[in-house]
């Protein structure tokens, strides 16, 4: 936890390095806290608000972690764009697929009758065919930045900076 805080102390400190310690346990504190605020917001509807609120909150020191965690291992922050595309991507897709999913149960409150064995067929549907395309886009470009942030850092001084702590 204290990895988390530290990250968000240094929001937007984009220069030196960070270690896999540093990345990942900032990483793995926001997505639990993240995902406890939107599992309570199934129940508690108003936390939806400040789950929102934390995911948008925590994106900035994130990217910079990130960029601190590339650069450890000798990489240029750029390619922190990964993440944040593989980010934006997902959020879209959820969204169109969100979109979707309210444009059928509109049609069934509007007492429209829902043909489910032809759903696929799309007829008086929206076309959301590129849900999956964006979706799948998102999930390989989120395995290339894994495996860049898996990678070990040098262990002497980079361009970036000293060798981080820990």
């Not at 994130?62 to 291992?73: C, E, K, N, S």
Request: proline share 2%; aromatic share 14%; hydrophobic share 50%.
């Amino acid at each position: 936890m204290a990895w988390f805080f530290y990250g968000l102390q240094h929001y937007g400190d984009f220069d030196g390095r960070a270690s896999r310690r540093e990345y990942w346990s900032n990483y793995t504190a926001g997505v639990l806290i993240g995902a406890v605020l939107f599992g309570l917001s199934i129940f508690v509807h108003p936390l939806v608000v400040l789950a929102v609120a934390f995911q948008a909150g925590t994106f900035i020191p994130t990217v910079a972690v990130t960029v601190r965690r590339l650069h450890d291992t000798g990489l240029s922050g750029r390619w922190a764009g990964l993440y944040v595309l593989s980010s934006l991507l997902l959020y879209v897709s959820l969204f169109l697929g969100s979109k979707a999913f309210f444009a059928l149960t509109s049609q069934a409150l509007n007492g429209s009758e829902l043909d489910l064995l032809n759903l696929s067929s799309g007829k008086g549907l929206p076309d959301f065919s590129g849900i999956e395309s964006v979706a799948e886009v998102s999930q390989v470009l989120s395995v290339i930045i894994f495996i860049l942030l898996c990678r070990r850092g040098s262990h002497a001084k980079n361009c970036y900076g000293r060798v981080p702590a820990a």
